[in-house]
């Protein structure tokens, strides 16, 4: 297979775009590291050698390291923010935006928290303005990390230069994800650590959404249609890294940064992919 494999890479790829390193065998299974410029070329390989099993997470678009040829540990696999809540009211949302046309096609939001794969509340653009609507937490993955027809999708975004996202940043695609904390986890079994505003700003993910998309979500529905959201997620600023050092959400907590995000080309839009400002999250014990 090694032969066959360099072969079509020096063909189709090029000697200069890829490199190939070490190989050896893990529990029996031969093993070797592909590093690759482009992520249309890494997709383009998998595709022709359907037979090899990746090793990890690496076609994911939140990797972001090249020393992992045999795969990570479970405790390195864990996703950014999985969980957070939202307490803010309808009303409150649209005090928020004052002087902004904002419909309510969501209905009445009921306080609570807010798991991958559930419907949630996102402002994104509407007929005529902004609206409040609902869509499902995880937004299509890139086929090349299906191993099945079923997509679970995904909730946090880091890699906005894979090819996958581009489609979906610019304005018409994105959202504000309302929430009042979000937790990360402790590992271990220990639970999950909350974080919340410091000094009460009111704070929304940024997102990207894409509505009537039709996947399979779960086996026992088949084939569904839906709105999907995701995130964006960034470095961690001083608080959140005390307890996940790889990434946080984006936050966004003034009315200029909402503004831009939603309407902003993304060479302008994409500085707001960065943390908060060391200092601006509390640490609580349960989600407020």
């Keep these: 297979m090694s032969i066959e494999a360099h072969a079509w890479l020096d063909r189709s790829v090029g000697p200069s775009n890829y490199a190939w390193h070490g190989g050896g ?11 690759f410029r482009t992520l249309d070329d ?7 050698f359907p037979g090899l099993q990746l090793a990890d997470g690496t076609a994911a678009p939140g990797y972001n390291s090249p020393a992992l040829p ?10 950014v923010c ?7 009211a309808v009303d409150a949302i649209r005090q928020l935006f004052a002087g902004l046309r904002l419909e309510n096609a969501a209905g009445n939001l009921e306080p609570g928290r807010f798991y991958p794969d559930q419907l949630a509340p996102v402002i994104r653009h509407g007929a005529d303005g902004f609206e409040l609507a609902r869509a499902r937490w995880g ?9 099945t027809a079923r997509d679970p999708g995904v909730t946090n975004v880091r890699n906005t230069a894979s090819p996958h996202w581009r489609r979906w940043l610019g304005p018409s695609h994105r959202c504000l ?4 904390a979000f937790a990360e986890p402790l590992g271990a079994g220990r639970g999950n650590q909350w974080f919340t505003s410091a000094e009460g700003a009111p704070l929304f993910f940024a997102g990207i959404q894409v509505r009537g998309w039709t996947s399979v979500r779960k086996v026992k529905d088949g084939e569904t249609t ?3 959201f995701a995130f964006l997620t960034c470095p961690p600023n001083a608080e959140v890294a005390a307890v996940h050092p790889k990434a946080m959400p984006v936050i966004l907590t003034a009315p200029e940064e909402w503004e831009a995000w939603m309407t902003q080309p993304f060479e302008l839009a994409v500085h707001l992919q960065r943390p908060l400002p060391d200092g601006a999250l509390s640490l609580v014990e349960s989600p407020v």
């Excluded at 999985?82 to 803010?88: G, V």
């Design 70 to 79: 045999f795969g990570r540990g479970s405790e390195e696999d864990g996703a």
């Design 82 to 88: 999985n969980l957070y809540s939202n307490t803010r």
């Design 177 to 180: 994800v309302p929430l009042t």
């Design 25 to 35: 065998s893990v529990a029996g299974v031969d093993c070797a590291a592909l590093y």
């Design 42 to 48: 890494a997709e383009a390989f998998m595709a022709a």
């Design 139 to 147: 937004m299509p993955s890139p086929p090349s990390v299906l191993k």
């Design 226 to 228: 839906d709105d999907l």
